[in-house]
């Protein structure tokens, strides 16, 4: 949860943003504005320079992510904001003070519900020796839904079915198979590296001749990042 609200975490020699994957190397003093900042402040400043804030980079999620419905990430938003119950009221045309007031509890209630669901899955996880071991989803997907609900072993029979000698014998038409398929090849890629287009080309050509297709898909799903000219490419961790 610290973690989270921060918007960064550490490793042993960066920090990560989990905003979108940059990564600051310890160490190292940075620049910003005519000032030197060491890296765990710097990280700060990138996340408010580029995110603005993790509060509003979380609120901005897919809402099967967050499980808040429009009017409600709206109200969160002008709370954010620091604004009065009445001046709510107003910028939103609604009811009266006192039925901001009500959305208030209700956003209240539904933390205490999110905290007992929390409480309940762990203690949950100590006794449920049948559940079957999902596969983490990547902290840069770009949307999350059932392609997503992949155990382990449908990994591995997933990877055995479409990749023989380390190629890739087809693209997969199912979306929970694409993303298997992605995400293998993902592990290929090298980290805190910037590929330009023709030598990540040469790499994904390695794995099925239409280089173009898994390039495109890798972006798509949220596997690399790129520059708006496409000349550069990373792997967004």
Same mark, same amino acid.
């Given at each position: 949860?610290?973690?989270?609200?921060?918007?960064?975490?550490?490793?042993?020699?960066?920090?990560?943003?989990?905003?979108?994957?940059?990564?600051?190397?310890?160490?190292?003093?940075?620049?910003?504005?005519?000032?030197?900042?060491?890296?765990?402040?710097?990280?700060?400043?990138?996340?408010?320079?580029?995110?603005?804030?993790?509060?509003?980079?979380?609120? #901005?999620?897919?809402?099967?992510?967050?499980?808040?419905?429009?009017?409600?990430?709206?109200?969160?938003?002008?709370?954010?904001? #620091?604004?009065?119950?009445?001046?709510?009221?107003?910028?939103?045309?609604?009811?009266?003070?006192?039925?901001?007031?009500?959305?208030?509890?209700?956003?209240?209630?539904?933390?205490?519900?999110?905290?007992?669901?929390?409480?309940?899955?762990?203690?949950?996880?100590?006794?449920?020796?049948?559940?079957?071991?999902? @596969?983490?989803?990547?902290?840069?997907?770009?949307?999350?839904?059932?392609?997503?609900?992949?155990?382990?072993?449908?990994?591995?029979?997933? @990877?055995?079915?479409?990749?023989?000698?380390?190629?890739?014998?087809?693209?997969?038409?199912?979306?929970?198979?694409?993303?298997? @398929?992605?995400?293998?090849?993902?592990?290929?890629?090298?980290?805190?590296?910037?590929?330009?287009?023709?030598?990540?080309?040469?790499?994904?050509? #390695?794995?099925?001749?239409?280089?173009?297709?898994?390039?495109?898909?890798?972006?798509?799903? #949220?596997?690399?990042?790129?520059?708006?000219?496409?000349?550069?490419?990373?792997?967004?961790?």
């Amino acid at each position: 949860m610290e973690e989270l609200k921060n918007g960064y975490i550490h490793e042993k020699d960066s920090f990560i943003c989990l905003l979108c994957g940059e990564r600051i190397e310890k160490g190292i003093v940075y620049p910003f504005e005519n000032r030197m900042y060491e890296a765990e402040r710097y990280m700060r400043i990138h996340i408010e320079s580029t995110h603005q804030s993790v509060f509003e980079y979380l609120l #901005g999620m897919d809402k099967k992510l967050t499980g808040l419905t429009e009017h409600q990430m709206n109200l969160l938003a002008l709370f954010y904001q #620091g604004k009065s119950d009445k001046e709510i009221q107003k910028d939103l045309g609604i009811g009266s003070a006192s039925t901001i007031r009500h959305h208030r509890f209700a956003l209240k209630e539904k933390e205490r519900q999110a905290k007992t669901f929390l409480a309940l899955m762990e203690l949950l996880r100590e006794k449920d020796e049948y559940a079957p071991a999902f @596969v983490p989803v990547h902290k840069t997907a770009t949307m999350v839904d059932e392609r997503y609900n992949i155990t382990q072993d449908e990994q591995e029979q997933i @990877v055995k079915k479409y990749f023989a000698e380390g190629k890739l014998t087809k693209f997969p038409q199912r979306e929970k198979q694409k993303l298997v @398929v992605l995400r293998e090849i993902s592990t290929h890629l090298e980290t805190n590296y910037q590929y330009d287009e023709h030598a990540l080309n040469q790499i994904l050509r #390695g794995f099925y001749e239409d280089y173009v297709l898994i390039r495109r898909y890798l972006v798509d799903y #949220g596997f690399l990042d790129r520059k708006s000219d496409g000349s550069s490419y990373w792997l967004r961790k």
